[in-house]
């Protein structure tokens, strides 16, 4: 049972390169999350989708795209990378459907990402 | 907004008990537990909701005040493997959706 798959696992790119940063979950979750964890300041939010087609903003959306392809893959691209966006990014998954739905979230083992 | 968590960090000998607490200004649907251990992801403790009804898988047991806007977390009889950080995370209904928020964290670190 792999549960949530992120790749990569670790990637250094230069500022102003750009990326896509992979998560596929393969427990029929409806809702994904990326989140971005920095030193002192938690899991912040970057951006979600309820649904297969549907994706809204978290916290922290500024310098980033995602793109829910399908149910199972939902990914996060760095268009322009700044020293700002280094950090761990994590994905999540969970049952939640539309509305307010408690559901635990489970979570991908995230990417270390540093830009120089 | 964040919600707030106290302490910030704890040292506890293995045995000893902790509680730590999950604060928010704004009015709570639920409120989520998870554990960090060092390098790892994020793992699911539980979830406690209005009416007193909690949703989990470990030994472990939380308060959830709606009144004060407020959870606690109690590690009791702490083992080695309780070492890591804690994150609280409050439910937010965006009025299509439900996203979590998560406090900085407690980090906690079991001795022997």
């Known amino acids: 049972n792999a549960g949530v798959t992120q790749t990569p696992k670790f990637q250094v790119l230069k500022t102003g390169q750009s990326m896509t940063l992979q998560c596929a979950q393969d427990?029929?979750?409806?809702?994904m999350y990326w989140y971005r964890q920095d030193p002192g300041m938690g899991l912040r939010l970057i951006y979600y989708?309820?649904?297969?087609?549907?994706?809204d903003k978290g916290e922290v959306p500024n310098g980033y795209n995602v793109s829910r392809l399908n149910k199972r893959e939902f990914s996060l691209r760095l268009e322009s990378a700044a020293p700002s966006q280094t950090s761990v990014y994590f994905c999540a998954s969970s049952e939640a459907r539309a509305g307010v739905d408690n559901q635990p979230q489970h979570f991908g083992d995230g990417t270390r990402l540093s830009i120089l | 907004q964040q919600p707030v968590q106290s302490p910030q960090a704890v040292i506890l000998r293995e045995g000893e008990d902790a509680v730590i607490n999950c604060s928010s200004s704004k009015a709570l649907y639920s409120v989520h537990w998870y554990r960090q251990k060092h390098g790892e992801a994020p793992v699911f403790l539980m979830i406690?909701?209005?009416?007193?009804e909690q949703k989990g898988h470990e030994k472990i047991s939380a308060s959830f005040n709606e009144k004060k806007q407020q959870s606690s977390l109690y590690l009791t009889a702490s083992q080695l493997s309780y070492s890591g950080t804690y994150f609280c995370g409050t439910l937010v209904y965006t009025g299509t959706a439900s996203k979590l928020t998560f406090g900085t964290g407690t980090r906690l670190q079991v001795t022997l």
């Open positions: 406690l909701l209005k009416g007193g």
């Open positions: 989708s309820a649904s297969e087609g549907t994706t």
């Open positions: 427990m029929n979750h409806n809702s």
